[in-house]
Structures are given as structure tokens and as C-alpha cells.
């Protein structure tokens, strides 16, 4: 059985910083593609950013680019975000998703490219 387990969300001042992980299971996470998504309230759910699954090709959201950090660690299952300068519209719940097929830079933000999905890590930046 395949599952995605998100941690590290938290409460954070703007200005902060947090790491966010992806921990795989029931799938070899090497091929796979992995996303990030966020949710906020009242809001649809947006693509955050993606990392490719052979050479680690990263796409970023506009509005994240340059604060926020996708990776991935093969060997331990799990991909990270790191997430710097956050401000009060970061405010979110964050989930993690993963597909297997090869999707580019026009399709990485569209839901339904991704078979897996974890429960979502509540992340609230505020004063």
C-alpha cells in the first residue's frame, strides 16, 4: 500500500523558516515525480513546486520562487521543502503527491497528473 506521510508544519513568525517532508512508502520513490501542493482557506488547491524524478528537475510556482527549495533523498524515501521567508499568504495546509508518469512545465500545477497523495501538514505563518 502506498502512502505519502507529510511532517513539519508548524506555527512560524513571518519572516521564518520551515522544512517540510515527504515520507514514501509502498512505492520506489526514485521514480517517481514528486509535488507539492497547498490549500488555503477558502481557496483551490495550487501547485507549489515539483521535482523530476531522473535528474531533478525542479519547477516553482512564481510566487515561491527563490524562498522555497524542493529535494528529494532516494535512499531515505522522502522529499523535502524548504520554505524561507515565509510570509502570512503561505498560510496553508501543504500535501505532498507523487506520480510516476513524466510531466513538464506546463502540466506539473494540474491535480490530476498525480496518483498518490499524503493527508496534508497545516503550516500558519503569524505574528
Known amino acids: 500500500q502506498v502512502q505519502l506521510v507529510e511532517s513539519g508544519g508548524g506555527l512560524v513568525q513571518p519572516g521564518g523558516s520551515l522544512r517540510l517532508s515527504c515520507a514514501a512508502s509502498?512505492?520506489?520513490?526514485?521514480?517517481?515525480?514528486i509535488g507539492w501542493f497547498r490549500q488555503a482557506p477558502g481557496k483551490e488547491r495550487e501547485g507549489v513546486a515539483v521535482?523530476?524524478?531522473?535528474?531533478?528537475?525542479?519547477y516553482y510556482r512564481d510566487s515561491v520562487e527563490g524562498r522555497f527549495t524542493i529535494s528529494r533523498d532516494n535512499a531515505e524515501h522522502t522529499a523535502y521543502l524548504q520554505m524561507n521567508s515565509l510570509n502570512t499568504e503561505d498560510t496553508a495546509v501543504y500535501y505532498c503527491a507523487a506520480t510516476i508518469e513524466t510531466i513538464g512545465p506546463t502540466t506539473w500545477e494540474y491535480e490530476y497528473e498525480y496518483d498518490y497523495w499524503g493527508q496534508g501538514t497545516q503550516v500558519t505563518v503569524s505574528s
Open positions: 509502498g512505492l520506489s520513490l526514485d521514480y517517481y515525480y
Open positions: 521535482i523530476s524524478s531522473s535528474d531533478s528537475t525542479t
